[in-house]
């Protein structure tokens, strides 16, 4: 595998604009997510709900708009969301006697539905999740990764007991890094974030982060365990099988849209994108090549035939019959759009009933693979492509992780290499402010088993119980 | 078939809370869709979707909030919107300089970029779907039939010629009532709008009207051809193969959440809800029966299985194990939530190796149904009540649907029954207005083919060429 940094200077909303997955929108911060994109989208939706369903958790919806005195009523939420909030202020034509927000999470109206539909013990553990767009005024944005308004799936439970909601934050947690694993072939490094970086209202936030091609890294997935304190802000109370009233204990947990920005920046090389496999609206993509009006046909309707075959196997193909442009523009464009594999029928192929296949990851290519159980062929090349991805992404993030026992040398080394450093941290919020001033790097995650317990703090020296993982994220 | 009113006062919105669909949100005219509505949605989506992408239209996403210029450049779609628009005038802490409009429909935001797509006619026919959630500050609001807030798709074609928007409209028109009449089973009456009832910025509006079980007339679904009108005012043109410039001819078309409004009302009795099988989160409930708990355990374990071989059939069921309601109540609860087949199984339907099966629309028993091949003969009741629920639905419009000759005679029949009537009308905006006024009946459609042609106007007794479809609508 190879150490050096894949496009370090890679422009995120240029690429995805050239590969057709998303667009400019007139609305500030806000793209358009073209059909190539939501393709991607989709698929990450079915393999997640069915994950979110095989936990039990069933798919409800709640209203866009929030009372503006719903965002008021817990004090940490406010002050994380206020500033963001758009507001609609004005509608039917007429003044609002309360300003609606739109919502940018929805803790807040499903607390307020939950203290109406949970009485008992009985209906403990209480779950719902939303696929739904929220809006959050960014003052920078970047297409896929912080847009004004991004899809996503927010899941919300109640519990019990603390002990059984942070089971419920860990456990979703887990099902994130499954998914991430075996669906994007991403290989997050999982952790709790520090109270400085807590979601607003949290009691403990759990956190997904992907160390991308450029040395920078995403948070790509959240679960908080939120402890009581929505509860007692919206009066979540059941009664306990000793009759005594008690506050619920709350979880939630949530991806968006920036799982597509994970992907393309988590994968992608100098040529473009590369889609893993489970997540690539076209998996293979069939390319004709011929010289005339005769082989044209002939090689047409093999192509066509090659389709259909995958198709019975339910691969997702495409045959690119355009004729207005070469096939070496064609090599080139779907390099870019990232299609897996590439399959190449030429007259001669058709004749000696073989085909040629290019692998996107790698950019190898076999000649005269036989067509006799083709599909077949195409479908564990698929495989191995996704799991080498994943292999990739795990690698990558191993190669690039580094203890560092010296401060200044944080920023030598991030500066040339990015990734994720090791460093031992005390636990002050004011080292850690330091560290973020000084370096740009954040402490990205609080490992879950200590590592290397008994050191220094890199900032001050103090006595530190385990080292944490800090880096410079999107 | 009875002839006579179903539950004619039926109130939608108490039917929908105790169903376990929605409930009442803390916003203004919007509501919640519990998880027992939105898995019917989501049957709604799976089924539509595949349709939809089968006509080889595919998904995309476009911003929630849209300039309020761009609703003002098409003249009567500004008429039509603007007194319905939510605006977010302040985001991010400051005053907006121009104000957003929360999408009440996306044609303006889509086609100023169809401006940026379509450059030739090779790039005809263009299309998107977009599955969202649209904002209507409505006066009146009603669960499910109409609500600030609500989930809809909507798709958007451009063509090179008139004939072609006007072809692909009513294609979407039959895949609608292909879907309507097979998944919902319901029998919709389809044909074209007046002009005074057409889609703001129309050049034909084309629609599905569902009679429901209390009479009055339900718009389940609409398909536009939209003309040249937005295309001017968006400015999309294409060059045509004679490298001239062109606007193009677009179209749009959509179904909403209220389809599951046209479920409710379509099919329901003085019991509750009657769901077709085909959009039903649940088909069979299976109920254990038992005195003690020695038949408990042998009655459960049977009842599981049960459902393990309706699981592999793909029959989607559940046994109701709650042991703190009696058998009797769970009768009532599941007729009330519509689910369309029952399976009692108590000790001695275990001993002999059969169950007892309770039909939902029907509410027939049938005894000592032997357990042998029990799953396909299930799949088999499934398939006959959703055939049965259709036609059901189609006899009830044939029936209700009736011609009328004399003004005076209008509401003297709807006062009585409700449903269609069909009445001359010679093409006056004044005389549609004076059955809208007098009546409080709208004309829901002109037929696609001309009916009982040389008539007189029921207004003015003027000639008039064809019957229309007349009737009191939600």
């Given at each position: 595998m190879n150490n050096a940094l894949a496009n370090p200077n890679v422009d995120l909303s240029d690429l995805a604009i050239k590969a057709g997955l998303a667009d400019y929108s007139p609305v500030r911060g806000c793209m358009v997510i073209k059909p190539y994109g939501y393709a991607i989208w989709e698929l990450i939706q079915k393999e997640l709900d069915a994950r979110i369903k095989e936990c039990g958790h069933e798919n409800a919806y709640f209203p866009l708009f929030i009372p503006q005195s719903f965002i008021n009523k817990e004090e940490d939420h406010i002050e994380g969301f206020a500033p963001e909030c758009a507001v609609v202020t004005h509608a039917g034509g007429e003044k609002l006697e309360e300003p609606l927000v739109v919502r940018p999470t929805s803790e807040t109206i499903i607390y307020h539905m939950f203290s109406k539909w949970i009485q008992s013990w009985r209906d403990l553990p209480y779950s719902v999740n939303q696929w739904a767009n929220v809006v959050r005024w960014e003052m920078r944005t970047r297409m896929?990764?912080?847009?004004t308004e991004f899809l996503w799936q927010e899941g919300h439970t109640a519990h019990e007991s603390a002990e059984n909601a942070d089971r419920e934050a860990r456990r979703m947690l887990d099902v994130y890094y499954d998914f991430m694993s075996k669906v994007l072939a991403l290989a997050p490094l999982v952790g709790e974030k520090t109270d400085s970086e807590r979601f607003a209202g949290a009691h403990k936030t759990y956190s997904l982060e992907v160390l991308l091609r450029d040395g920078k890294i995403l948070q790509a997935g959240t679960s908080h365990h939120l402890g009581q304190g929505f509860a007692k802000a919206f009066d979540i109370q059941f009664q306990n099988k000793n009759n005594e009233l008690e506050y619920v204990h709350l979880t939630s947990w949530g991806v968006s849209t920036r799982l597509i920005g994970a992907i393309i920046l988590g994968h992608q090389d100098d040529k473009g994108l590369i889609l893993p496999p489970n997540v690539a609206p076209i998996q293979a993509i069939i390319i004709p090549i011929y010289k005339n009006e005769e082989q044209k046909e002939k090689v047409h309707s093999n192509c066509q035939a090659i389709q259909n075959e995958l198709k019975v196997l339910g691969i997702r193909s495409k045959v690119d019959f355009n004729d207005q442009i070469t096939p070496g523009a064609k090599f080139n464009e779907w390099e870019l759009k990232g299609v897996p594999v590439r399959i190449h029928v030429g007259p001669r192929d058709v004749d000696n009933n073989v085909v040629e296949i290019v692998r996107r990851d790698t950019l190898s290519k076999i000649k005269d693979i036989t067509r006799l159980g083709l599909g077949e062929k195409i479908n564990a090349l698929l495989i191995e492509i996704q799991n080498s991805l994943y292999q990739r992404n795990l690698n990558w993030r191993e190669e690039n992780t580094h203890e560092v026992d010296s401060f200044d040398e944080i920023n030598k080394v991030l500066d040339k290499k990015g990734g994720f450093l090791k460093v031992h941290w005390c636990g002050s919020q004011e080292h850690e402010s330091k560290i973020k001033e000084q370096t740009k790097a954040t402490i990205r995650i609080k490992p879950f088993e200590k590592i290397d317990g008994g050191g220094k703090c890199i900032v001050s020296g103090a006595p530190s119980k385990t080292r944490v993982f800090i880096g410079r994220a999107y």
């Open positions: 896929f990764l912080r847009t």
